[in-house]
T-cell receptor, first 112, second 114 residues
Framework: KAGVTQTPRYLIKTRGQQVTLSCSPI?????VSWYQQTPGQGLQFLFE???????NKGNFPGRFSGRQFSNSRSEMNVSTLELGDSALYLC???????????FGQGTRLTVV | GENVEQHPSTLSVQEGDSAVIKCTYS??????FPWYKQELGKRPQLIID?????GEKKDQRIAVTLNKTAKHFSLHITETQPEDSAVYFC?????????????FGKGTKLSVKP
C-alpha cells in the first residue's frame, strides 16, 4: 500500500509570491490534516479535511487556505509569502479521527 | 481549544537508562493520546497511543500512562538504545466537535549516548 505522498519535496519562493502544495493520502483514507513544522515550535495545526469539507482550521492568517478533492487528495495554498512562512509542511492522512495518522515526508518551503 | 504542553524539551541519557517524557493537556474532552517519533530528516511515525478508557499501555520497551484527573500522560522508554535518539511528540484529540484534530506538544529531543 502506497504511503502518503507530498509534492514537491522542496520549494524556493520569493517574498510576495504564492505557492501550492499537494498531498495524496493513503488509499481509502478520507481524512487529511496539514501541519507546519518549524524548529522549536513543533507541529502546528493548519487544517483538517474530511470528504471534501474543512472540519477545522488552526490559528493561521487567511493567506493560508486549502481544499480537498473528491479523490481525497488535498492541496494547500499560501499567498503573499513572507519570510516567516519558511518551514516544513507536513500532511497526514487517517481513516477517521482518533486513529493513527500517517505522515507524508513533507514539503520544505524556503522563502527568500 | 486544546493546548498540549510537553517537557522536557531536551533529554540526554546513557544507553541502558530509562527516559520519561511528560505531557499535559487542557481539554477534558480529549480522549485519544498518541506519541510520535521523528528521526532526523524523516517523517513522524506513531510509536504508541492510548485512549482515555485505559490507564496504561505497554509495547516492549515503551509504555504510556494516562492520568485523566490530572490531565497528563507520559511516555516511558526503558533500556534505551542509540537508535531511540529522535524527537518525540505527544498529541491529544477528541472524537468529535470542533477540535477533533490532533494537537501536538512542541517535542522532546532525546539523545542516547553509547
Amino acid at each position: 500500500k502506497a504511503g502518503v505522498t507530498q509534492t514537491p519535496r522542496y520549494l524556493i519562493k520569493t517574498r510576495g509570491q504564492q505557492v501550492t502544495l499537494s498531498c495524496s493520502p493513503i488509499s481509502g483514507h478520507r481524512s487529511v490534516s496539514w501541519y507546519q513544522q518549524t524548529p522549536g515550535q513543533g507541529l502546528q495545526f493548519l487544517f483538517e479535511y474530511f470528504s471534501e469539507t474543512q472540519r477545522n482550521k488552526g490559528n493561521f492568517p487567511g493567506r493560508f487556505s486549502g481544499r480537498q478533492f473528491s479523490n481525497s487528495r488535498s492541496e494547500m495554498n499560501v499567498s503573499t509569502l513572507e519570510l516567516g512562512d519558511s518551514a516544513l509542511y507536513l500532511c497526514a492522512s487517517s481513516l477517521r479521527r482518533n486513529t493513527e495518522a500517517f505522515f507524508g515526508q513533507g514539503t520544505r518551503l524556503t522563502v527568500v | 481549544g486544546e493546548n498540549v504542553e510537553q517537557h522536557p524539551s531536551t533529554l540526554s541519557v546513557q544507553e541502558g537508562d530509562s527516559a520519561v517524557i511528560k505531557c499535559t493537556y487542557s481539554d477534558s474532552a480529549s480522549n485519544y493520546f498518541p506519541w510520535y517519533k521523528q528521526e532526523l530528516g524523516k517523517r513522524p511515525q506513531l510509536i504508541i497511543d492510548i485512549r482515555s478508557n485505559v490507564g496504561e499501555k505497554k509495547d516492549q520497551r515503551i509504555a504510556v500512562t494516562l492520568n485523566k484527573t490530572a490531565k497528563h500522560f507520559s511516555l516511558h522508554i526503558t533500556e534505551t538504545q542509540p537508535e531511540d535518539s529522535a524527537v518525540y511528540f505527544c498529541a491529544a484529540s477528541t472524537d468529535g466537535g470542533s477540535q477533533g484534530n490532533l494537537i501536538f506538544g512542541k517535542g522532546t529531543k532525546l539523545s542516547v549516548k553509547p
